[in-house]
């Protein structure tokens, strides 16, 4: 069999890193069984016959042998439903409402109009029908072990598609910005006033957007505590890689001032890499530097802080130096 059961970590091709963020996000309650033989055949056999289908209209250009041969059943299945219903709707719009020509028709509106939450659903129907038309014993078993692989695929899609449809060059996901759609809960839709009648948000402080809740926590700690901070700062960098950074916070105490990095909940992979970069240049100019994890913050607050008051120890980051 050209299929290969392996893990989500052994996949082999470039948005690697792009599944594994969107899994972590990503967690079901129902815990499935194992899919049955019966339904593994009966899926492998709708995967090949997606690839025979896919190469009459499309060559290897939809379905490619090297990444399919590379999947287990689940991933094979969810990366054939995407590719196969996106670019086949593209041809029927061509057919019927004459939108032939690059950067038209329903292409457009995958990458521009469509909304992740309508994305969300779409896909999630489309999953769920596929798999009743096949009459499997374990459908909802086989929903929940294929799901969460299907919107990852779909990203794929839209970053190598608005390349060749929409013209733009070097497409690379904002995983900050997919991250803040995401990873919110309710709680972080409900606004309210804080103690000065400025908008607050579970992610705001005194009007200002942070990066996560532990962020925030973190803030209103060294307010209660009297200490001067600064937010979001923008800040040229000899030696980084890009244009200036915004440095998470910078705290001063008695001529002392301290670096301060919070993770996010994502950072992994590129991300991770960035961070290095990143602390390499702040260490490079200024060596009263800290970072900790979103987690970190979150679990034990008290512990955070007292590292940060141990960092602006008189004998350390003196600005006057």
Known sequence: MFIHNQLTSDLKYKNKNLFCFILNEMNFSHKPREIPLGDMEKLTKEILNGKEKALELWGDELINDKILNSLSIPQAYAYCLVRGNVLSTQIEDAIFNGNSEDGRGHIRYQI??????????????????????????????????????????????VIKYSEKYLGQRNVSLNRKRLDAWISRTPSNFLGGKDDRNIPDTPTTYRGIELNSPG???????????NLMFMIEVPTFIPLDTKPYRKIDLVIVKDDKALIVEID???????????????????????????????????????????KILKKLDRNLGDIRR
């Open 264 to 306: 996010g909940s994502t950072h992994l992979g590129r991300q991770r890499e960035d961070d290095y970069l990143r602390d390499y240049a702040i260490n490079e100019n200024w060596s009263n530097h800290i970072r900790f994890s979103h987690r970190e913050v979150q679990d034990d607050l008290e512990l955070v802080f007292k």
């Open 215 to 225: 962020h925030k926590r973190l803030c209103e700690k060294l307010a209660a505590n």
């Open 112 to 157: 521009e109009e469509r909304t992740l939450l309508e994305a969300f659903i779409e896909w999630n129907d489309l999953l769920h029908d596929s798999l009743v038309d096949l009459e499997l014993s374990a459908t909802h078993d086989c929903f929940v072990k294929i799901n969460p692989y299907v919107m990852p695929y779909y990203l794929d899609f």
